[in-house]
């Protein structure tokens, strides 16, 4: 099971971090192109139908997860607070996903780059693109394009966030499926999908207790790293199985 701490239980930083982080740790990105996307899944868990025709106008994401060492410097900037799992042997290794990220500081690194978390549909057109599939990759579930507990958990944590260039999505982005579950902008709503009418660039709920984790993580197996697999997760949670990437318009 996934290791779940309440935050405080380490130290805080100040806040006062400089208006801008240094380029070099703000993560490549790739372009998502403007179009039309199905979202959810029929044959899924009750939460992700009924599935959504959207439309989406054109955005960008990180292709990676963000790293230890580009929250590292967060922290050194006092715009983000530490993580218990940086100075980890295994989980806290500088080109790996950072994990153990609450959702407010997923949120601050993100603005301290000038960019933003990305809203649960943007996170699921990057990962599935315009076509109907399961996981980022066409076809079944191949194990050895994640990092999951069915590949053997090779890595005995996470893998360095380049790992796995083969399970890329169709727009370039990099494990969207295992390695580290990643924190988007929206709250939970387990009945979200029924109530939600919006069908160009749909937000979340407008108030909830939680937000949404999507992409499953090196603890999760084939059925809940499927790009359209959501999770409910405190905000205020500090699970070493959580990361999250960036996105901007």
């Known amino acids: ?31 998502i192109p403007s179009g039309t996307f199905t979202m959810g899944d029929n044959s899924g868990e009750p939460d992700e139908y009924p599935e959504r025709k959207l439309s989406m106008q054109g955005y960008r994401i990180d292709r990676t997860e963000v790293t230890n060492r580009a929250y590292r410097a967060c922290v050194a900037a006092k715009a983000c607070d530490p993580t218990p799992f940086l100075d980890d042997a295994a989980l806290g290794q500088e080109e790996h996903p950072v994990v153990g990220v609450t959702w407010d500081d997923a949120r601050r690194f993100c603005a ?9 549909a943007e996170w699921e057109y990057a990962a599935k693109g315009a076509d109907f599939r399961k996981w980022p990759w066409s076809g079944a579930f ?31 982005a990099l494990q969207m499926a295992g390695n580290a579950a990643e924190w988007t902008a929206d709250y939970f709503d387990p009945t979200h999908y029924r109530k939600n009418k919006d069908s160009t660039d749909p937000g979340g709920p407008s108030k909830g207790r939680e937000r949404v984790v999507r992409g499953g993580s090196y603890r999760d197996t084939s059925h809940t ?25």
């Open 112 to 120: 301290w780059v000038d960019k933003r978390l990305p809203t649960e």
């Open 225 to 249: 790293v499927r790009v359209a697999a959501r999770r409910a997760k405190s905000p205020t949670e500090v699970d070493n199985t959580i990361g999250f990437r960036c996105a901007d318009d």
């Open 1 to 31: 099971m996934a290791l779940v701490l309440v935050q405080g239980c380490y130290a805080h930083t100040r806040r006062d971090a400089p208006s801008a982080a240094p380029k070099d740790v703000s993560a490549q990105m790739v372009s």
């Open 142 to 172: 191949d194990a050895s394009k994640a990092n999951t507990v069915q590949e053997g958990d090779f890595h005995g944590k996470t893998a360095p966030v380049v790992a796995y260039e083969s399970g890329e999505s169709p727009f370039g």
